[in-house]
């Protein structure tokens, strides 16, 4: 059972950077598509950054030039840094499949606020 577990959430001044990590439990060749995850109150979970086979990396035109995703496959994880921030990144960052999904875990909270 491939389980999430996120971190390096915050409060941020807009304008600021955060660094989130998803450490993934159990990882084989079917779980190599992983991607970055949003929710905002009352908005629907959104995909905002992915990294796939081929190293094929996407990101929503929302945050592109402002965030970067990467892995670190020996360690079974997977980053989000974000520069820039502005209140509207505020939301639940979670981690999860691309192309294929598990449990969504407990994700970390980024608040950007002055």
């Known amino acids: 059972q491939v389980q999430f577990v996120e971190s390096g959430g915050g409060l941020v001044q807009p304008g600021g950077s955060l660094t989130l990590a998803c450490t993934i439990s159990?990882?084989?060749?079917?779980?190599?598509?992983m991607g970055w995850f949003r929710q905002a109150p009352g908005k629907q979970r959104e995909l905002v950054a992915s990294s796939t086979r081929g190293a094929r990396i996407n990101y929503a035109d929302s945050v592109k030039g402002r965030f970067t995703i990467s892995r670190d496959n020996a360690k079974n994880t997977v980053y989000l840094q974000m520069n820039s921030l502005k209140p509207e990144d505020t939301a639940v960052y979670y981690c999860?499949?691309?192309?294929?999904?598990?449990?969504w875990g407990q994700g970390t909270q980024v608040t950007v606020s002055s």
């Open positions: 159990a990882v084989n060749s079917n779980t190599y598509g």
């Open positions: 999860n499949g691309v192309g294929w999904r598990a449990s």
